[in-house]
């Protein structure tokens, strides 16, 4: 299957900073998604970008779908930005969003 | 109620137990999903369902039976589980399947403990 390949693993940053999350793919990026699942579990659509730049507030991403990576900006980070960042496709085939690893953020006061 | 709901939030259950999961959409979509997600691993489609018809199904073990009534709700019967079937159950919906390329919203999750 597609596989998803996110990074870094882990990241602290302090408040204020910012910060720049990958997503690699090994097949193509259509219906690539990101996600923040908080402490509860509770995955929060960021943004459905198959190609592409868009911005939400101090949230942003681009997908480059011909190198098949996206990136997700988070400036000025505050720690109600800490949980895990999920990056997910969708192949081809078939209909299960593909989710990479995560990125664990924890953002300190 | 808006998006996808899930009821219960929590569940703890033991090995010889049946038990289901519940999860609405109200977002008028035609498909719904369950995925698990396992302490360390990444979350895994468990099953699909569009217009009412299982569309997926990711050989999932059979004390684990899905239910789609209508387009709205989605059911996970649960039977004789194992403690390894502990895990966040999440139940997601889209436009349609999502690989025509329609963006998937999760509900809140159940946390099931089998002991």
């Known amino acids: 299957g597609i596989q998803v390949e996110q990074s870094p693993p882990d990241l602290i940053l302090q408040e204020g900073a910012n910060s720049t999350l990958r997503c690699n793919c090994s097949d193509s990026v259509n219906n690539l998604q990101w996600f923040h699942q908080n402490p509860w579990g509770q995955l929060i659509n960021l943004f459905y970008?198959?190609?592409g730049t868009k911005q939400n507030g101090r949230l942003s991403a681009t997908t480059v779908a011909t190198e098949r990576y996206s990136l997700l900006y988070i400036s000025s980070s505050q720690t109600t930005d800490s949980g895990v960042y999920f990056c997910a496709v969708i192949p081809n085939s078939g209909y299960a969003l593909n989710f990479g690893k995560g990125t664990s953020l924890l953002v300190t006061p | 109620e808006t998006g996808v709901t899930q009821t219960p939030r929590h569940l703890v259950m033991g090995m010889t137990n049946k038990k289901s999961l519940k999860c609405e959409q109200h977002?008028?979509?035609?498909?719904m999903y369950w995925y698990k997600q396992s302490a360390k691993k990444p979350l895994e489609l468990m099953f699909v369902?569009?217009?009412?018809?299982?569309?997926e199904n990711n050989s999932v073990p059979s004390r684990f039976s899905p239910e789609c009534p209508n387009s709205s709700h989605l059911f996970l019967h649960l039977h004789t589980l194992q403690p390894e079937d502990s895990a966040l159950y999440l139940c997601?919906?889209?436009?349609?399947?999502?690989?025509?390329?329609?963006?998937?919203?999760f509900g809140p999750g159940t946390r099931l403990t089998v002991t």
């Open positions: 970008i198959p190609s």
């Open positions: 997601a919906s889209s436009q349609d399947v999502a690989g025509r390329g329609y963006e998937q919203y």
């Open positions: 977002l008028g979509h035609n498909a």
């Open positions: 369902y569009s217009l009412e018809e299982r569309v």
